[in-house]
Structure formats: structure tokens, C-alpha cells
T-cell receptor, first 113, second 116 residues
Framework: SQKIEQNSEALNIQEGKTATLTCNYT??????LQWYRQDPGRGPVFLLL?????KEKRKERLKVTFDTTLKQSLFHITASQPADSATYLC????????????FGAGTRLAVHP | GAVVSQHPSRVICKSGTSVKIECRSL??????MFWYRQFPKKSLMLMAT?????????EQGVEKDKFLINHASLTLSTLTVTSAHPEDSSFYIC????????????FGEGSWLTVV
């Protein structure tokens, strides 16, 4: 069955450093991969979408890469700030729907001053 | 920006009763809405996909008679948890797809259900 894994349940870094989160998938070749931010008790907020024919996407301090050979996406936050502390979810679209998403379990990022 | 509103944000109900959660797209028409549930520190699990005016499509393992989904208009979908049990306690989240504007998707803020 299709599976998506985020390899760290939690990640702690110092303010100003770059946070790198990993998302791996198996038994599927997604056309799109998406990253979301979720704060405790809130719904996910869309951050970035990357297509299978795109190697890299950037948005302000965020960067996402998509390696279809490794079946992996990396999500980077540069110059991290305490306000970046949250859970970050990766998700890919299931067949049959652009936004019918299967989510990874998420990585809780904590940025310390 | 586009907003998806869920109501109620928190609800407590007694075992055996039914509870309805609403999901509204406030400034766009949602051709498709999705319902997820999330347990603490776990991922979102897709429960069903609902298209306006037609029956919802449920994911494997989700009881359609237990979780009734209605998508009667382009701005409203409802999830009714029938004969609720404590194990139904969870965080329920909807998302809405703006099918008229590039299929952008927006998530609601979620609804906490506690069954006592």
C-alpha cells in the first residue's frame, strides 16, 4: 500500500540555523507533493506544492526539493525563528483526485532562541 | 484570503447520541470537500471525499453508516457521527477544494469531539 514517512518525530534546532525535514514515500509515484504547517489544535496550513517534474521550489525562507529517484522530498527553513516552531506535514495526492491527500505523521520542529 | 469555517470547534456529547459538524467555504464555491480525522500526535487520516450533490466516497475501513456525510450545496458539507462512542473522540478536520480557481485547497480549523 502507499506509504509516506517523515523520518523525525521531533527536531530541535537553534534560532538562525537551517531546519531540514525529510519525507519519504513508497509504493507510489505522486504527481504532486505538498507541505503543510500545523499548530497545536489547529487545521493544517498549506505552504508549498512541488510537481514531479520540478526539482526545487522556493518561497521566502522555505525551500522544497523533490527527488523522484530517491522517492524523497526535503523541506528546508532557513534562518529559522522561534515562530517557525510547529508540526510540519508532507502529503501527496492519491490517484483519483488532485487534493485527495495522504499525509505523513509530521515532524514537530522546535526552534530555540 | 479564502476561508473554511468549521462549527462547532469543540463539542462534548454523551455516548449513544449523534453529533453534527459543519464545514463551510466562506468566500468560494467548494466543488469537493474532504473529511479527515486526527488522533493526538498522529497524522491526518482521510475518511471520505464529498462532491456537491452526490454521495460521499468513503475510504476503506470507514463506516459510512457511522459517519454520515452530506454535501448539499457548494458551500456546505456536514459530517454526522451517529451513535457516538468514546473511541470516536478525535479531532475532525475538513478541507475544501476551490474547483473554480485552480483547485486550490483550504483546510478548516478542525473540530474537537469528545464522547463521554
Amino acid at each position: 500500500s502507499q506509504k509516506i514517512e517523515q523520518n523525525s518525530e521531533a527536531l530541535n534546532i537553534q534560532e538562525g540555523k537551517t531546519a531540514t525535514l525529510t519525507c519519504n514515500y513508497t509504493n507510489y509515484s505522486p504527481a504532486y507533493l505538498q507541505w503543510y504547517r500545523q499548530d497545536p489544535g489547529r487545521g493544517p496550513v498549506f505552504l508549498l506544492l512541488i510537481r514531479e517534474n520540478e526539482k526545487e521550489k522556493r518561497k521566502e525562507r522555505l525551500k522544497v526539493t523533490f527527488d523522484t529517484t530517491l522517492k524523497q522530498s526535503l523541506f528546508h527553513i532557513t534562518a529559522s525563528q522561534p515562530a517557525d516552531s510547529a508540526t510540519y506535514l508532507c502529503a501527496f495526492s492519491l490517484s483519483g483526485g488532485y487534493n485527495k491527500l495522504i499525509f505523513g505523521a509530521g515532524t514537530r520542529l522546535a526552534v530555540h532562541p | 484570503g479564502a476561508v473554511v469555517s468549521q462549527h462547532p470547534s469543540r463539542v462534548i456529547c454523551k455516548s449513544g447520541t449523534s453529533v453534527k459538524i459543519e464545514c463551510r467555504s466562506l468566500d468560494f464555491q467548494a466543488t469537493t470537500m474532504f473529511w479527515y480525522r486526527q488522533f493526538p500526535k498522529k497524522s491526518l487520516m482521510l475518511m471520505a471525499t464529498s462532491n456537491e450533490g452526490s454521495k460521499a466516497t468513503y475510504e476503506q475501513g470507514v463506516e459510512k453508516d457511522k459517519f454520515l456525510i452530506n454535501h448539499a450545496s457548494l458551500t456546505l458539507s456536514t459530517l454526522t457521527v451517529t451513535s457516538a462512542h468514546p473511541e470516536d473522540s478525535s479531532f475532525y478536520i475538513c478541507s475544501a477544494q476551490d474547483g473554480f480557481s485552480g483547485n486550490t485547497i483550504y483546510f478548516g480549523e478542525g473540530s474537537w469531539l469528545t464522547v463521554v
